[in-house]
């Protein structure tokens, strides 16, 4: 299964397209699904600054108020994996691990996806993967201009998982590969 992962558009508020290595990428590769951590600002415009999406699941963040029939976070299954995806509003500060692993621990998730911090974050944690796509439109987190841009592409098999982080810095896009396993309920990394 692949899986697109991405957030924090603020499409048209702040920017208004996504790096065009990025746009390329996305287009010419197969998802199976997208997974988008909030804060589109509009969807309709954050649809049309990227390539057609797979079935995608979307929650809400602080700053999609025209959204509202999008849910604070949302459970999936993605092969032998429990995933939560949740924008991270609610946590201080910004991206706590602690406080997403008692989310998470609560309900039961493998493997938690967040956003709302505009910085790109692979991080394993108490046998508790969390990712964090960034941003994939390079907005920057409530003043004008931009920062580097981020998405993240999961590989899932049975109990595998390959985290794909594509950033950019608007010159060079670098990619990194990063496996993990599910071991009864414990991630770990390969």
Do not use: C
């Not at 998802?31 to 600002?41: E, P």
């Not at 079935?55 to 849910?71: E, H, K, L, P, Q």
């Amino acid at each position: 299964m692949k899986v697109l992962v991405f957030g924090d558009t603020h499409i048209p508020s702040r920017r208004d397209s996504i790096p065009d290595d990025f746009f390329n990428h996305i287009e010419k590769t197969e998802y199976d699904l997208a997974l988008i951590t909030g804060d589109l600002v509009r969807e309709q415009e954050m649809r049309a600054a990227l390539p057609p999406l797979p079935r995608s699941f979307i929650v809400r963040g602080n700053m999609d108020y025209s959204t509202s029939a999008y849910n604070f976070h949302e459970q999936i299954q993605i092969e032998s994996f429990d995933v939560l995806l949740l924008h991270g509003t609610q946590i201080r500060p910004r991206g706590n691990i602690h406080q997403l692993w008692e989310v998470a621990d609560n309900i039961g998730a493998h493997v938690t996806i967040h956003g709302h911090t505009h910085q790109a974050a692979i991080d394993l944690y108490n046998d508790k993967l969390f990712l964090n796509p960034g941003t994939i439109s390079g907005a920057t987190g409530g003043w004008g201009g931009r920062t580097d841009a981020s998405f993240i592409e999961l590989d899932s098999s049975e109990n595998e998982l390959t985290v794909h982080l594509y950033l950019t810095d608007w010159k060079i896009t670098k990619t990194s590969e990063t496996k993990f396993s599910l071991e009864n309920t414990a991630v770990k990394r390969m």
